[in-house]
C-alpha cells in the first residue's frame, strides 16, 4: 500500500487548504483512513478518521467545525478540507490508512503512512 499526501502550502490564518491522500496498490475503499499533524518539537496528534465506506467519522476538538474530511473511493483518494486555519494549526500533516471495518483513531492502530504534507499558516 503506497499513501501520497499533498496540497499543503502556505496559506494565512483565516484560509482554506484541501489535503488529499491518494492510495495506490489496493482497493481503498477496504480501508479505514487518518489524518495526523505534527508539529515542530510536539508529538504527532490525530486530527480526523473516515471508515472505509465513510460512514462514521471522528474529528479531533481542534477540528471540529474548521476541518472535514471525506473519501472518493473511486478515485481512491481521501480528503482534508481545512477551514479558516489558526497558525496553530501549522504542521506535518499525514494520511494513514488501515484495512478495517473500524474506525481507529489511535497511531499505533494504523499500518501504512504517507510521506507528509506541511501546512503553514501565517499570522
Known amino acids: 500500500v503506497q499513501l501520497q499526501a499533498s496540497g499543503g502550502g502556505l496559506v494565512q490564518a483565516g484560509g482554506s487548504l484541501r489535503l488529499s491522500c491518494a492510495a495506490s496498490?489496493?482497493?481503498?475503499?477496504?480501508?479505514?483512513v487518518g489524518w495526523f499533524r505534527q508539529a515542530l518539537g510536539k508529538e504527532r496528534e490525530s486530527v480526523a478518521h473516515i471508515s472505509y465506506y465513510g460512514g462514521r467519522i471522528v474529528y479531533a476538538d481542534s477540528a471540529k467545525g474548521r476541518f472535514t474530511i471525506s473519501r472518493e473511493n473511486a478515485q481512491n483518494t481521501v480528503y482534508l478540507q481545512m477551514n479558516s486555519l489558526k497558525p496553530e494549526d501549522t504542521a506535518v500533516y499525514y494520511c494513514?490508512?488501515?484495512?478495517?471495518?473500524?474506525?481507529?483513531?489511535?497511531?499505533?492502530?494504523?499500518?501504512?503512512w504517507g510521506q507528509g504534507t506541511l501546512v503553514t499558516v501565517s499570522s
Open positions: 496498490g489496493v482497493t481503498f475503499s477496504n480501508y479505514a
Open positions: 494513514a490508512a488501515v484495512r478495517t471495518v473500524r474506525l481507529p483513531v489511535l497511531e499505533s492502530e494504523y499500518d501504512y
